[in-house]
T-cell receptor, first 115, second 114 residues
Framework: AQSVTQPDIHITVSEGASLELRCNYS??????LFWYVQSPGQGLQLLLK??????LVQGIKGFEAEFKRSQSSFNLRKPSVHWSDAAEYFC?????????????FGTGTRLLVSP | AAGVIQSPRHLIKEKRETATLKCYPI?????VYWYQQGPGQDPQFLIS???????DKGSIPDRFSAQQFSDYHSELNMSSLELGDSALYFC?????????????FGEGSRLTVL
């Protein structure tokens, strides 16, 4: 079974500084990997996804993530954080079986942005 | 573009009551998933449907049942509600043939059990 670890529960970053959120996964086959963002009381918005090809994927809002198979990681990065990026970020790994995608989420990382 | 529609957005129930949540997938999407997110928790997979048949089952209590209808919308029925059922319930949809397997999530239905 797949699993996801997000080792950082909270991260505080100054506005304009760079950001890296860590995500490690466990899955026997090539995973489908996703990053979602959730603002308080809101739904899950997909930032980016990886399922094959180029290991550096670009997403919305200036985010990118790099799939590193050797490290079983899929860390999310942004070169310059904006105050509006403050939210909960979830990494998820998918086990796709005959067309059905079952996502397992990490416990999330709450990003706080300081002035 | 049309998104996943969930209703109601907010629901307040008493213990031991019954609640029904509805999910309308993106047009042409044939697969629906239900997730439960407790306070401060990550979303947990409950159940999924493809072409009106249950395709997978997660940690869904026996008190809960769900189904997918011919128009692909889905309903999650929860009976004998407990305080611990208070959560944000997400519905997601996907297209079986999509090679990326991307799930599109709705805004969620927040259930509060008093």
């Amino acid at each position: 079974a797949q699993s996801v670890t997000q080792p950082d529960i909270h991260i505080t970053v100054s506005e304009g500084a760079s950001l890296e959120l860590r995500c490690n996964y466990s899955y026997g086959a090539t995973p489908y990997l996703f990053w979602y963002v959730q603002s308080p009381g809101q739904g899950l918005q997909l930032l980016l996804k990886y399922f094959s090809g180029d290991t550096l994927v670009q997403g919305i809002k200036g985010f990118e993530a790099e799939f590193k198979r050797s490290q079983s990681s899929f860390n999310l990065r942004k070169p310059s954080v904006h105050w509006s990026d403050a939210a909960e970020y979830f990494c998820a790994v998918g086990a796709r079986n005959t067309g059905f995608q079952k996502l397992v989420f990490g416990t999330g990382t709450r990003l706080l942005v300081s002035p | 573009a049309a998104g996943v529609i969930q209703s109601p957005r907010h629901l307040i129930k008493e213990k031991r009551e019954t609640a029904t949540l509805k999910c309308y997938p993106i047009p042409r999407h044939d697969t629906v998933y239900w997730y439960q997110q407790g306070p401060g928790q990550d979303p947990q997979f409950l159940i999924s449907f493809y072409e009106k048949m249950q395709s997978d089952k997660g940690s869904i209590p026996d008190r809960f049942s769900a189904q997918q209808f011919s128009d692909y919308h889905s309903e999650l029925n929860m009976s004998s509600l407990e305080l611990g059922d208070s959560a944000l319930y997400f519905c997601a949809s996907s297209l079986y043939q999509d090679p990326t397997g991307e799930l599109f999530f709705g805004e969620g239905s927040r259930l509060t059990v008093l």
